[in-house]
């Protein structure tokens, strides 16, 4: 029993030695047994146990029966260390054949990643020649060549990027809308650099509103006194606006601008890579691009693959064309509080005025058999002011008569890889403001301040943080010019509502009062202050002036009762477009995650 315990105590020593050279064992005194002599002399007394040299060559029966014991131990012993060895080793060896294999298998994905698709350039480029994305090929493809996508085109191209513009018709257009330009929109137009693409289309000075109600009218101008001489709105036409800019942009060598109809955007894991399209000659083609940015208009066909859609169709404009005649307030646009909804007119060129009649909902008189002239010359003609009477009933004997559906239609996107929205695509706002394209303007001012750290557009991860930044950073200027033309197209409708009746007085005769009550809310429309707490403050200012003007001199039961309700409408009209707005990326921005996204240093591929 004894020397089995010593040897075991040999058999943990040596292992321990074996395992760790630097091991030091705690010295094993060995116990007496009562048989004194099973313990050899030299054995006794000593502080550790070892094995005599002697040993091995010992005649007695007992002491080569010691020495077979120990040799049979160190031989299981080395059967350990040997098994040990081999399991180590093996184990070492398929942990680097499996890490080799992982590495193999990441730069394969990589070099994929960095490489896709291989056809990219060769259908995207005419020459044919294979470029790869990275490389010498696209950065960025922009579906749409209108106000928002020719700006963004020429923007990011300016900054070095490589942009494919493929646009369904390259025929000037002929809108009815799009064609006043407010003062906020030309200041981006300038950080732009677009400003000289209202040169040569007989664009006109917009210096502010005229506001006519009940054969009354108020000036309302813009706030510009802080601003250079040459800053102002602008109205024009809008094909030849948009022709200008189509014709900068193609200046650019590192911009392709092809007539193509793109059918669907081209996917892969989640990830949108490109657009397929049609060209001109009908030839089917795909184009494949770190970034995908959909601006093709108010009737985008992609816009349901990246955003919730909620169109809603309040009204249509009928327009016209006022020609050879003089509007009461010269380089003024014009707004008449008529009923049943307001009538728009401002210059677009220097013998054109436009004339913009909404009515109501989606069914319109018909055009073709008489309905719409009838309509216009009897219900809308003794509603507008004297000096345009005669040239209004000219222009619909003309007949030359257009329509078109306003569309409202709130933000709500679905963030996706390697895809962007913008425009009226992305989100519309009623027209009655003219505030669509100084939102256009104003995210592209946006967007480009966000791209310009990131040197290359493959890293996707990376660009993903940036786009969803980007949806949140344009909020308060985009919101606050959506809220107000909501709001203010609801105030200036007509109602048999008493309190709504109420409201549009209120603030017809808040507008009127001058100084900031006028300066405020027109700063406000036209994009030079958009800040959503002071339209907020301005809208309710206006539903406190109705309710003062009700009680006083003295309330009486109805007066009151009027005033609640047109707290309460007021409430009704703003609350539910501030809540399709988002409260949060409207007032409180600074407050969503992904407001911070950009503003970390971007990862480089």
């Known amino acids: 029993m004894s020397h089995h315990h010593t040897l075991s105590s ?3 020593s040596l292992w321990s030695n074996i395992i760790n050279p630097h091991y030091q064992p705690t010295p094993i005194t060995p116990r007496r047994s009562k048989t004194r002599a099973s313990i050899p002399p030299e054995v006794e007394g000593k502080g550790e146990l070892f094995i005599p040299a002697h040993c091995c060559c010992c005649s007695s029966s007992s002491s080569w029966f010691h020495c077979f014991v120990r040799k049979k131990e160190m031989f299981v012993i080395g059967q350990h260390v040997l098994w040990t060895f081999f399991a180590s080793l093996f184990g070492f060896v398929l942990l680097y054949t499996l890490r080799r294999n992982n590495n193999s298998n990441a730069n394969k994905r990589k070099t994929k990643k960095m490489t896709f698709p291989q056809e990219c350039a060769k259908e995207s480029f005419p020459d044919g020649k294979c470029r790869p994305v990275n ?4 950065d960025v493809i922009i579906v749409g060549a209108g106000v928002a996508g ?3 085109a020429y923007t990011l191209a300016k900054d070095g990027r490589r942009v494919h513009v493929i646009e369904r018709d390259l025929t000037e257009p002929d809108r009815i809308v799009g064609e006043l330009l407010q003062p906020g929109g030309y200041l981006k137009l300038i950080e732009l650099g677009l400003e000289d693409c209202l040169e040569e289309i007989d664009a006109q000075r917009v210096l502010g509103y005229a506001l006519f109600k009940d054969e009354k009218n108020a000036r309302l101008s813009y706030p510009l006194e802080k601003f250079d001489s040459d800053v102002a709105g602008r109205s024009f036409h809008n094909g030849r606006f948009i022709q200008r800019m189509r014709e900068k942009a193609a200046t650019l060598s590192n911009v392709q601008l092809e007539q193509g109809t793109v059918t669907s955007l081209l996917e892969e894991n989640g990830v949108v890579r490109g657009v397929q399209y049609k060209s001109k000659d009908g030839q089917l083609h795909k184009a494949y691009a770190p970034l995908t940015v959909v601006c093709d208009g108010c009737f985008s066909n992609l816009r349901r693959t990246l955003c919730n859609p909620k169109v809603d169709v309040p009204s249509c404009f009928v327009g016209l064309v006022l020609e050879n005649c003089q509007l ?6 014009h707004v008449i509080l008529a009923d049943p909804s307001p009538i728009l007119f401002y210059p677009i060129s220097s013998t054109e005025v436009r004339c913009l009649v909404d009515v109501p909902g989606q069914k319109l008189p018909s055009v073709a058999n008489g ?19 005669d040239a209004f009933i000219a222009a619909v004997d003309k007949g030359n008569i257009r329509t078109m559906p306003n569309r409202s239609m709130p933000a709500d996107p679905h963030p996706t890889p390697g895809a962007l929205l913008m425009g009226d695509a992305f989100n519309m706002r009623h027209p009655l403001t003219g505030g669509g394209m100084t939102v256009a303007l104003s ?3 946006v967007l480009r301040d966000l791209l310009k750290p990131l040197r290359n557009l493959n890293d996707a991860g990376s660009l993903s943080k940036y786009l969803e930044s980007f949806y949140t950073l344009r909020k308060p200027m985009a919101s606050t010019i959506n809220t107000l033309a909501g709001a203010l197209y609801k105030v200036f409708s007509a109602s048999p509502d008493p309190a709504r009746k109420e409201m549009r007085q209120a603030c017809f005769d808040y507008l009127s009062l001058g100084g900031i009550f006028s300066t405020g809310p027109v700063a406000i429309l036209s994009g030079l202050n958009p800040r959503p707490l002071s339209l907020f403050l301005h809208f309710f200012a206006v539903a406190i002036y109705g309710v003062a003007r009700l009680l006083l001199p003295y309330p009486s039961p109805r007066r009151m009762w009027i005033g609640a309700r047109l707290i309460s409408g007021a409430s009704c009209i703003i609350f539910p477009i501030i809540k399709a707005e988002g409260v949060r990326q409207m007032f409180l921005p600074a407050t969503v995650p992904a407001y911070y996204s950009a503003r970390a240093p971007p990862h480089q591929v």
């Open 135 to 138: 490389g010498s090929g696209t």
């Open 10 to 12: 040999y058999s943990l």
């Open 150 to 152: 020719s700006a963004l």
């Open 443 to 445: 995210d592209i001012v």
């Open 328 to 333: 009461p307030f010269a380089n003024h646009g």
């Open 371 to 389: 309905e719409m002239a009838s309509y216009l010359k009897t219900v809308v003609a003794p509603q507008i002011p004297s000096e345009l009477h």
